[in-house]
């Protein structure tokens, strides 16, 4: 069984570990998403005025104001890791970001639809291939559980000598030293390889996903509250008085988001966090308004152990929680595949295909 289960690992191995490598890059570089987009268009996230921030309502206003004929879908307050407001409007198919200073309310410049970060995150999640790619994306993500417990049992060299296998002999040569390096690297970041791996079979087959955990530990069906009928003839309030009213409703916290209504019945939606600017990757607190009347829409927030595991998917991918350290470590473990597809292919060329005839 641990022979066949070595050539079942080596052939995943070599047959996937370009694709592997691939997803290990840009899912490390994807890490510093942000950063990267700071540094490639630093004119739209760096603020022209000094001063406190302007008002979300001005920002809104502001953003109509530029995008004449388009929907302000909302907007979002500055981060920790974002200086600038960030704005969203729609006309059609046509979806645009918008970059704002935070003092001035004045448009700083959009996100181009192609960029760097852009290509890296369509090939890190669809392999530039929309659905097809991202399909594609989960077989590959069950070839790398298929590496992960392969590798585990593979690396298991028995109960005396189990505490050697995590670190590498260095007086060793050739193939062996790399050897070596392999096996070190994968048991020690096998865990994370393998919750890489299973977050990614959510993302590329999420009903399937659900369907799984809910069998396990069941998971609350999502319902946004819906704004009543409207009445014939009636007004909506304005935005101020739409936030003003979230505001009286959650008094302690700072407006983070502001989405505005979507269709007939949608409802104007409020997010708050506990202080300004909003820290990256925060927990926010939500209040649902009826876009009509104004009155609050109180949604059930209570989640039971299905819901946290649906939640931790994108948190756990990502890395965003912990701040800067859990990034870096991340980014690290991260390119580990990397490491573990170059050394597994010297050790399989000088083992197999140099031995050969």
């Known amino acids: 069984m641990r022979r066949a289960l070595f050539q079942l690992h080596l052939w995943v191995g070599v047959g996937a570990g370009v694709y592997v490598a691939v997803i290990a890059i840009t899912g490390a570089a994807l890490v510093f998403r942000i950063d990267l987009q700071r540094a490639w268009h630093p004119h ?74 852009r290509t890296l995150q369509d090939l890190h999640y669809d392999l530039l291939g929309g659905r097809t790619g991202r399909t594609i994306n989960g077989a590959g993500a069950a070839a790398v559980v298929i590496l992960g417990l392969t590798g585990v049992v593979i690396w298991w060299p028995g109960r005396r000598a189990w505490w050697r296998a995590f670190g590498v002999d260095t007086s060793r040569q050739g193939y062996r030293f790399w050897w070596e390096v392999h096996r070190a690297a994968g048991i020690w970041s096998v865990l994370l390889i393998l919750m890489w791996a299973l977050t990614g079979l959510y993302f590329a087959f999420p009903q399937e996903a659900r369907s799984l955990i809910a069998a396990i530990a069941p998971i609350s069906p999502s319902r946004t509250p819906i704004s009543s009928v409207r009445a014939e003839n009636a007004d909506e309030p304005s935005w101020r008085a739409m936030i003003d009213r979230a505001r009286q409703i959650h008094p302690d916290g700072h407006v983070a988001r502001v989405v505005l209504p979507f269709g007939e019945r949608g409802s104007f939606l409020v997010m708050f966090a506990n202080r300004s600017p909003t820290p990256a990757y925060a927990e926010l607190d939500s209040v649902y308004l009826d876009r009509f009347t104004g009155e609050h829409l109180r949604h059930d927030a209570s989640r039971t ?47 197999t295909i140099r031995r050969r005839p």
């Open 44 to 117: 739209v996230f760096t603020a022209r005025t000094p001063g406190p921030l302007s008002d979300p309502v001005a920002i809104l206003e502001s953003v109509a104001r530029a995008y004449p004929g388009h929907r302000v879908s909302g907007v979002d307050a500055p981060t920790t890791s974002r200086p600038t407001y960030l704005a969203y409007v729609t006309q059609g198919p046509q979806f645009k970001t918008i970059l704002i200073d935070p003092v001035s309310a004045e448009m700083l410049g959009e996100l181009p639809e192609r960029s760097l970060v």
């Open 305 to 351: 152990v299905g819901d946290t595991i649906v939640r931790s998917m994108s948190t756990l991918h990502a890395g965003s929680f912990g701040g800067a350290p859990v990034r870096v470590v991340w980014f690290v473990f991260g390119l580990m595949p990397v490491l573990l597809f170059a050394s597994g292919i010297v050790v399989w060329w000088n083992r």
